[in-house]
């Protein structure tokens, strides 16, 4: 069986966060592996990205990259407080909070930190239903395993 020495855990920062958590953990201490947690926000600039010849007041692309900004440093505390609750007993390569496309951003990641295994959460059943889900496309797309851990509920 490969060993696992890096692990990502493409982290929601939801609900399933808490259940996921400890299968990462048991794996990591398994494997003795570091791991890495990479939480992605959705970009709002392609919600203003659209040419208008006469631009709109106020600053709609202003407002929304300081939104976003905003979003993103309460990200990264919300994170940091999540893995040091759930962490502890752990060693983290790396912890980002990033914007982008979700899966791509995965992706992209896995391939540039030289990830060995990703975990990650299934998402509630109506979020499948309504968006398809990023652990679909993530488990279709990876060049490496992907465990899935299902959420348990049917919201």
């Not at 600039?45 to 309460?74: C, G, H, M």
């Not at 391939?111 to 109506?126: A, P, Q, R, Y």
């Amino acid at each position: 069986m490969p060993g696992f020495k890096k692990i990502l855990y493409p982290i929601a920062l939801t609900d399933i966060s808490p259940i996921v958590a400890p299968y990462v953990v048991l794996m990591a201490k398994q494997f003795d592996a570091e791991v890495h947690l990479l939480h992605v926000l959705r970009r709002f600039d392609w919600f203003v990205n659209t040419y208008v010849s006469d631009p709109p007041k106020p600053d709609f692309k202003r407002i929304a990259s300081d939104f976003e900004s905003e979003l993103l440093a309460q990200a990264r505390q919300m994170l940091d407080g999540f893995i040091a609750r759930h962490f502890k007993e752990i060693r983290i390569g790396r912890a980002e909070v990033v914007s982008g496309t979700n899966y791509k951003q995965i992706i992209q990641y896995v391939e540039s930190e030289k990830i060995d295994l990703i975990i990650m959460g299934t998402g509630t059943t109506l979020q499948k239903v309504m968006f398809g889900t990023v652990a679909d496309k993530v488990s279709r797309l990876a060049s490496v395993p992907v465990m899935l851990i299902k959420s348990g509920g049917s919201k």
